[in-house]
């Protein structure tokens, strides 16, 4: 029986000698991870900071008066596009500086954007708060009017490349909707989601004898962004509404003459069993379009 617990007595020393080197060495790891967590957070703080002085030095010699506004001519290079369209511009050095941290080139305010028929002479005019001129276009002396041509982008361009970031327009010509039309897309640089552009999309045409510009503002054209998908085929566009590890949320829109009709979501989501995809279809009803589950299924 002594035997017996002095062997009892010599395990448990052992395993109290193993548990106590393991909680020495978990100890010097976590020790050695905070510091270099700590490190890591340094650097970036100095980072930040050097990031912060520079912008904040570039734009010391902030060239522009308050309240003071520039004439900007935009050249239209489509043939399709008759009208002519001038702006006015109100640099904003508050509105330029978040632009400048993640190094696009140029500068921020609002503007008005007149857009005239030069055949009838109707115009009609569009207010915006993000209109950004490239800092190329910058250049010239302030007397002199801005020159910024409308590149014809092959369709469709707002889901364009990856350099889309340092995009040098503030402004698109584009059938977005299939319909055949033009119609003026405004370039809110990196107000969308993640830091991507977000569009303001407007018909330009005439109603009676009177040119209108009306912004469209159902979806999938509002908050309508770099992160949505086109496929001219299908004549469809997807939103991407939201995203996260197991959160994101799709929904898919058919276009005909230029009216969106909602016809799939795909939404992930978690339950108590882990992370499913959820695929809905829309069908028609005697109330209307009813959305119905189709399928679910296990994300792995």
Known sequence: MKSFLKTVRGLIHKLA??????????????????????????????DNKKSIVKIDNELVQWPYEPNESLDINIA???????????????????KSRPYEG???PGVVGRATILISDPVSGSSSTITTQYFHVPSKSLTPPKSMLLEIALS???????????????????????DVDFDGDLELVIINHGKGQRGTHDFEVFDIG????????????KPP???????????????????????GACS??????????????????????????GCFKYTYIY?????????????????E
């Open 221 to 243: 054209f509002k908050a309508m962004n770099l992160l949505d998908t086109f496929d001219i085929e299908k004549k469809t566009i997807t939103s991407y509404l939201s995203g």
């Open 17 to 46: 000698l193993v548990f106590g080197y393991i909680i020495i060495v978990a100890a010097i790891y976590g020790i050695l991870l905070a510091a270099l967590n700590a490190v890591a957070e340094m650097n970036k703080t100095k």
């Open 76 to 94: 239209p290079a489509n043939e399709q596009w008759p009208y002519e369209i001038s702006v006015q511009w109100w640099p904003e050095r508050e």
């Open 102 to 104: 993640v190094n696009i």
């Open 152 to 174: 014809d982008f092959p369709h469709p361009s707002l889901k364009a490349s990856e350099d889309n970031i340092s995009w040098g327009t503030p402004l698109l010509l584009e």
């Open 206 to 217: 005439f109603v009676g004898n009177k040119l209108m510009a009306a912004i469209k503002n």
């Open 248 to 273: 994101s949320s799709w929904e898919t829109y058919s276009m005909s003459k230029g009216t969106s009709t909602p016809v799939q979501v795909i939404d992930y989501d978690y339950d108590d069993s």
């Open 283 to 299: 069908e028609k009803t005697d109330l209307g379009l009813s959305k119905v589950l189709l399928k679910k299924e296990l994300v």
